[in-house]
């Protein structure tokens, strides 16, 4: 049909300023060229502020309750191999070994994730008064950086124990409704 296909908020803003857009909206007198980029440095600002409060509470749930979580269980495990190694020496416990190497693993990068993300909203704020920029930035460096902390989160969330997981699960989500 000869429609665009944008698939990002940035880009698709665009559209508001483009010639063709401004000369409709000046012909039947609703808006004029300084109003229409006004409107949209605007909607970049409110993408970008948007973005950066998403940012700020995965930063903030990401360090208040997964990682503490995180902690406990691996505290756990490292206790519950320490016990079972005490009781007798001879058991194996290798399944529970490979279960605190990979949560251990996953903290570490979780870890890194959370500092990734604080230092892309760092850097994003320090672009202020350059609408476009700023918004190409959370688009491409900091909404990439919460979908990286988002796959290690996933990740978590099928290895910690069910009832220590301090979120709504999925299966929660889905399949128990009360």
Do not use: C
């Not at 910690?160 to 979120?167: A, R």
């Amino acid at each position: 049909r000869g429609l665009p296909n944008i698939t990002s908020t940035v880009e698709a803003l665009s559209a508001l300023i483009s010639e063709k857009t401004v000369q409709l909206y000046e012909r039947h007198k609703v808006f004029n060229n300084t109003e229409l980029h006004a409107r949209y440095e605007i909607y970049l600002e409110q993408y970008s502020k948007t973005i950066n409060i998403e940012a700020l509470t995965m930063i903030d749930v990401a360090k208040r309750q997964i990682f503490p979580t995180v902690m406990r269980y691996t505290t756990e495990l490292a206790n519950s191999i320490n016990t079972i190694r005490l009781t007798d020496p001879n058991l194996d416990v290798s399944a529970q070994s490979s279960l605190l190497k990979k949560t251990t693993t996953f903290l570490n990068e979780l870890n890194n994730r959370i500092d990734a993300l604080k230092d892309a909203t760092t850097q994003a704020k320090e672009l202020h008064g350059e609408p476009y920029k700023q918004g190409i930035f959370y688009r491409d460096v900091v909404f990439q950086a919460m979908k990286e902390l988002r796959n290690i989160v996933d990740q978590l969330e099928v290895l910690i124990d069910y009832e220590m997981w301090p979120l709504p699960s999925y299966t929660k989500m889905l399949f128990r409704l009360s």
